[in-house]
């Protein structure tokens, strides 16, 4: 595996939690990979198919978010075959949906196509569209133009 940049190894030990998220999602090819098990994909050669990515990237890549928790291996044999190792979604993979369904959400305000995209994120009981919001500790919808990010005391 490649040398980690000084970036990517202090990454996971900063207070930011956005510093933290980028040290494990690395890359565009991390987010997608996450898309893609949203959307059924287990196996590297459904994610391979489905993304064209390079297969020694690809390896590298679910290495990465197996050893961050945002994938587990698991093994399954399609008939006829040899068992393999599938890659699901943790607990924590799962809750980056509400990320992925917020850039989508910016995605189709701020770079529209002629086309609408090919994921569209919907409820599974009732099959309506979703969108990420911003709520207050009170449970209030709040605007994106009432938020400010705020830097944290730092320990004295």
């Keep these: 595996m490649p040398r980690k940049s000084p970036f990517l190894a202090e990454a996971l030990e900063n207070r930011c939690g956005i510093v933290r998220s980028l040290g494990v999602l690395t890359d565009a090819w991390s987010f997608l990979l996450v898309r ?20 020694d990237v690809l390896t590298a890549r679910l ?17 006829g075959h040899r068992a ?29 196509v002629e086309q609408p995209g090919s994921v569209l994120p ?8 979703v969108r990420a919001v911003l709520i207050d500790e009170h449970g209030d919808v709040v605007e994106n ?3 400010a990010l705020v830097r944290a005391a730092t320990a004295a």
Excluded: C, H
């Excluded at 949906?97 to 770079?111: I, R, S, T």
């Excluded at 919907?122 to 569209?129: V, Y």
């Design 36 to 55: 893609e098990a949203l959307l059924g994909r287990r196996t590297f050669a459904e994610f391979r198919e489905s993304l064209g990515i390079a297969s």
């Design 84 to 112: 393999r190792e599938a890659y699901e979604l943790t607990a924590e993979g799962e809750g980056l949906k509400v990320v992925l369904v917020a850039m989508q959400q910016w995605g189709e305000a701020n770079v529209p």
């Design 145 to 147: 133009t009432d938020v």
């Design 63 to 79: 290495a990465a978010l197996v050893e961050q928790g945002v994938f587990e291996r698991v093994p399954y044999q399609a008939p």
């Design 122 to 129: 919907r409820t599974r009981s009732r099959a309506a569209r």
